[in-house]
């Protein structure tokens, strides 16, 4: 595990910065309390209705469905591929 050429505590930085880059992604994903007043991307006014229907909402109407598209593009993909599969 430890190498004579690596110092430990170089080695320990390394596991705390990928840990910490996780986090940051799981936060970045998952809605935590309270939604945002504005739009992350483009400051647009995010409605009040809007954030009580869903709740942690960080982007306005356009830019959400602007990613879920961006989204579900290898979904659609996939489903294509499997139903092909299917078919033989
Ligand atoms: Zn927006």
Redesign the pocket.
């Known amino acids: 595990m430890a190498g004579g050429w690596t110092r430990d505590g170089g080695v320990q930085d390394q596991i705390d910065a990928s840990v910490e880059d996780a986090v940051k992604l799981v936060r970045s994903r998952l809605p935590d309390g309270e939604g945002l007043t504005h739009?992350?991307?483009?400051?647009?006014v995010i409605p009040d209705a809007r954030r009580k229907a869903m709740p942690g909402v960080r982007?306005?109407i356009?830019?959400q469905s602007e990613l879920e598209e961006r989204q579900t593009v290898p979904t659609g993909y996939n489903r294509r591929g499997s139903k092909d599969s299917q078919l033989r």
């Open positions: 739009c992350e991307e483009c400051e647009a982007l306005c356009s830019c």
